[in-house]
């Protein structure tokens, strides 16, 4: 995705969850005048080890330099940026929608199979309709809704991403790491 020929990359960086290391992190993106599109902090698969996903739009050289500062932080394991390609990514969006509306909409059930979407509460009131995906078809769906019956809340979470290769690189990382350990101990070596 292409923004005023910026492109949207994708930062991922791991670190033990530590108190303020986000905000030293946005501070790394402010400083070079990168606004954060999207933010997400998780778990990994690694027990201990958090997982920080970032997107925002820059050049090359611009993402670079923001994720090598970002990696130099002794806080930090590993910082890495990606494209859309190198990731299998998703958004998931909330939809409230007044329920008087959803029922008396034509093709509610046809604008539920058209965007693989579902109904995760409805009461007198509203309608919670909830859809994972890319953020164009997050977006199409809010477009449709609010053109049709009128959305009484929306939010989007920021953007879940795993790298298409087998392993976390950070998996690759920290065993490489091991290795030059066991090999020092092994020598007598601290």
């Known amino acids: 995705m292409n923004m005023n020929g910026k492109t949207l990359y994708t930062v991922i960086i791991f670190s033990e969850n530590i108190v303020g290391l ?3 992190i946005t501070i790394i993106f402010t400083r070079r005048q990168l606004n954060i599109e999207t933010l997400s902090v998780s778990p990994s698969a690694i027990k201990g080890i958090h997982k920080f996903t ?3 739009f820059a050049t090359e050289d611009m993402i670079d330099k923001v994720v090598k500062q970002i990696d130099k932080r002794v806080d930090i394991l590993k910082a890495y940026y990606n494209t859309d390609e190198d990731l299998v990514f998703q958004e998931i969006a909330l939809y409230k929608v007044s329920t008087d509306l959803f029922i008396k909409m034509d093709g509610v059930e046809e604008l539920i199979r058209k965007y693989n979407a579902r109904v995760l509460d409805m009461n007198p009131d509203c309608v919670v309709l909830e859809k994972s995906g890319h953020y164009e078809e997050t977006q199409a769906l809010f477009k449709e809704l609010s053109h049709s019956i009128g959305v009484l809340q929306f939010i989007r979470s920021g953007r879940i991403a795993i ?3 087998k392993v976390e690189r950070l ?3 920290l065993s ?5 350990l066991d090999i ?7």
Do not use: A, F, P
Not at 184 to 190: A, I, L, T, V
């Open 22 to 24: 986000l905000n030293q």
């Open 54 to 56: 970032i997107t925002t």
């Open 163 to 165: 790298t298409k290769s």
């Open 171 to 173: 998996s690759d990382m």
């Open 176 to 180: 490489t790491m091991e290795k030059k």
């Open 184 to 190: 020092k101990q092994k020598n007598g070596e601290e």
